[in-house]
């Protein structure tokens, strides 16, 4: 029996995606109801994105809200070890995501209303022949922080040299491939670029925004090759000779402690009075190990924002009138949460199979991942880990996605009997003392991992443990620092089952392509190590995920993209390499002094951060 409420916090980052522009996204809003089957995610406001202006020859983001006051510090926390890396084009992990996103801006960005694909550091573009042919403006007489101008030469040397080379993080090359072969970029002049794809590819426009490198600090080592190219920007580098594009430049970094970012006095926002964004003098992540960590930081006021969850919603809501801070209700996160068995039944290059042959069998037959499937309490976890604050998963596309497949999204209730047998019909029996076997004899025992100091994932850990000795499945649960995790999933390819998740679109499933994909970077489920080039040995659903992947890419009609996608969430419904767990409500409490806060469920609480400013008064 379940008996103990645990109480846990989660934070989750939504990227910035984008999404055809017929789709219009709801505001979210002060929450007057916390059941998943009634939530409001309205406002009486709306936020206005920034327009265009020319003056003295420079082509300025003018913003439209209102005017504040310069200065003062905003603290956010971020938990875990900290950024791996601030070189954005080789980060892997969020933070060190997010710190890039702060640093480097990118050609086109995201309407946090509409989901329509909107210029950045472009300043228009236009789409030719037939949607084979993209032409890009930059805006005229932005800078580096450094002093240095923005050009087209930036641009192409960002994709040509950087993601088309390879070097760094292959996510999004990967993603860019139109039947083998990868967009032509050239410039046109010293303001001007021209992208060229062989067909028309739907989710071209997002999957181009990456930022844009400086080619003046980073050539020499781009052509050095990646050992050197990824040893720049990194945590060790001098944060003097950063230079960067974004609202922010790096001021100092303390492992495990802090990272401070001040503005950017060239960045190529204003406000209506003309003068240059962002307000505020200094942006701060303070670091923690944990949950329960970021939630005292927040109690104190050591810090400005958090992600509420569980318990401690209702207290926040009950205590706000008489509080310092607002809490909003951004709808149903993006992240996906699940488990995962390694299907893996290859050898490595020792000629030692990466996962116990007794135990390829089970994870690769299909009863024994349904049957676990069907044992799982998704709404105990929901009730002892969110305290009832989220609903039941069961989709590889999260419960916000336009793309949601609805006949399956409801899923299934526990039902241990239908678990029983279906491990009878593979053959798996129970003894006297109800633990179960293989028909070879063997105790069904594995592993399962999560990154510690996630409260959230070790408490599902302990409760999924239990679920399984209920169909006499032995699990061991090992909670290990995240680093060594994300290593052996991805490198040694060496572990038995997971608890994990994964950030994604609400908008556009191709972003999820190097997990689904057969040779994708986080195909987890079925890896091959990085020198294994060999594909012949696929299993036939992950072929079949490969082909809609491939036409869906290529289909521009929303609706037929949306009945090939459904068909993918049906294939992994039905095989399960992931079993979905459940999505919890982005649910965000931050001080009243913060102004112009204009939270969106698709940008989140700070998508504006150079237009916010802080209320010195209170």
């Known amino acids: 029996m379940k008996k103990k409420i645990f109480i846990v916090l989660l934070v989750l980052f939504l990227p910035f995606l984008f999404v055809l522009s017929r789709i219009k996204l709801e505001q979210p809003s002060k929450i007057d109801n916390l059941s998943t089957d009634n939530i409001s995610i309205k406002n009486d406001y709306e ?29 956010v926390t971020t938990i875990g070890e900290g950024p791996k890396t601030f070189n954005p084009w080789e980060s892997r992990d969020a933070t060190s995501s997010q710190i890039g996103e702060l640093l480097y801006d990118s050609l086109v960005t995201t309407d946090v209303i509409t989901g329509e694909v909107i210029p950045k550091l472009a300043k228009d573009f236009k789409i030719y022949n037939n949607g084979k042919t993209y032409i890009f403006k930059l805006r005229k007489g932005l800078k580096w922080s450094d002093g240095n101008d923005i050009t087209a030469d930036d641009v192409v040397f960002t994709f040509n040299d950087i993601i088309f080379k390879g070097l760094g993080n292959t996510s999004t090359r990967d993603s860019l491939y139109i039947d083998g072969e990868l967009p032509q970029v050239t ?30 600090v980073l050539k020499k080592y781009t052509d050095m090759g990646e050992e050197a190219f990824n040893l720049q920007l990194s945590t060790n580098s001098d944060l003097k000779t ?3 594009s974004g609202a922010f430049i790096l001021e100092e970094y303390i492992p495990a402690q802090r990272i401070v970012l001040k503005r950017n006095p060239n960045y190529y926002m204003v406000n209506k009075n003309g003068n240059k964004l962002p307000y505020i003098d200094k942006y701060i992540f303070q670091i923690v190990q944990d949950q329960n960590t970021e939630l005292l930081k927040f109690q104190s006021k050591e810090s400005d924002v958090i992600n509420l969850n569980g318990y401690y919603v209702s207290k926040y809501i009950d205590n706000e009138l008489n509080s310092d801070y607002k809490v909003y209700n951004l709808g149903p996160t993006s992240s996906t949460l699940f488990l995962c068995f390694n299907l893996n039944n290859r050898k490595n290059d020792k000629g030692k199979f990466y996962v116990e042959e007794k135990k390829q069998k089970w994870f690769n037959d299909k009863n024994f991942r349904e049957a676990v499937d069907y044992a799982i309490d998704r709404d105990a976890i929901i009730f002892n880990v969110a305290s009832g604050v989220g ?22 209730k526990v039902d241990l009997n239908r678990s029983r047998q279906l491990l009878k019909d593979s053959g798996f029996y129970f003894d006297r003392n ?7 004899g063997n105790v069904v025992e594995f592993d399962l991992l999560t990154n510690a100091g996630n409260l ?14 209920n169909i006499g499945i032995k699990v061991n649960f090992k909670p290990i620092e995240f680093n060594t995790l994300v290593n052996r999933i991805t490198n040694t390819l060496s572990w038995d089952a997971v608890v994990l998740g994964l950030t994604g679109s609400p908008l556009e499933p191709h972003s999820g ?12 489920f079925n890896k091959r190590n990085q020198n294994d080039n060999n594909y012949d040995d696929i299993l036939p ?27 993918y969430q049906e294939i992994v419904y039905n095989e399960r390499p992931f079993i979905y767990l459940y999505s919890p409500l982005n649910i965000v409490a931050i001080r009243k002094k913060i102004k112009n806060i204009y939270p969106t469920s698709l940008g989140g609480i700070l998508h504006n951060l150079p237009e916010v400013y802080i209320d010195k008064t209170k």
């Open 187 to 216: 410039k046109i002049n010293d303001y001007k670029v021209k992208f060229k794809i062989s067909k028309p590819f739907a989710p071209f426009l997002r999957m181009i925004s990456v930022p844009i490198a400086p080619e003046h």
């Open 456 to 469: 959230e994932r070790e408490i599902i850990g302990v409760m999924i443990k239990e679920d399984l000795s």
């Open 513 to 524: 392509k190097n997990v689904w994909y057969s040779n994708g970077a986080l195909h987890m």
């Open 434 to 440: 109800n633990i179960l076997h293989d028909k070879e």
């Open 541 to 567: 659903f992950e072929k079949e995920l490969d082909n809609i992947f491939d036409e869906a890419s290529l289909e521009i009609n929303f609706e037929k993209r949306k009945e090939l996608y459904d068909k």
């Open 47 to 75: 936020y206005i994105n920034p327009s265009n202006e020319t003056i003295d020859g420079v082509d300025y983001l003018v913003s439209n809200l209102p005017v504040g006051s310069f200065g003062g510090t905003l603290v």
């Open 391 to 412: 609903a039941p998963l069961f989709t590889a596309e999260s419960l916000q996605s336009i793309f949601l497949n609805e006949n399956i999204a409801n899923g299934h």
């Open 242 to 244: 950063f230079v960067t």
